[in-house]
Nanobody, 125 residues
């Protein structure tokens, strides 16, 4: 069992930056690939980024490639999402997720075993 708690969301102007954090507890962090997803009102949850269990491999959705960076700190059991050059269309609730796998992370929500409660990111024009 893994508990995930996101933080770092907020209101930012377009072009600004935010760093989201997701603290994990309850099981060995290094057993899990981690992912970030987001969901805007009236839309389905969409993949943002993923990182494998040791942080050697990352994968991004096209809309965020070059602007967002996912990373993990095993000493702190935390995964991060650094978001730069934010756009109004990045506005959403952002969720972190954990997948019990020693393989690469997935872009599909159904591949993840645990989810956080989400943190709101609002980008104003």
């Amino acid at each position: 069992q893994v508990q995930l708690v996101e933080s770092g969301g907020g209101l930012v102007q377009a072009g600004g930056s935010l760093r989201l954090s997701c603290a994990a507890s309850g099981d060995t962090f290094s057993r899990y690939a981690m992912g970030w997803f987001r969901q805007a009102p009236g839309q389905e949850r969409e993949f943002v980024a993923t990182i494998n269990y040791i942080g050697s491999s990352t994968y991004y959705a096209d809309p965020v490639k070059g602007r967002f960076t996912i990373s993990r700190d095993s000493a702190k059991n935390t995964v991060y999402l650094q978001m730069n050059s934010l756009k109004v269309e990045d506005t959403a609730v952002y969720y972190c997720a954990a997948a019990r796998t020693y393989g690469s992370g997935s872009r599909f929500p159904y591949d993840y075993d645990y989810w956080g409660q989400g943190t709101q990111v609002t980008v104003s024009s």
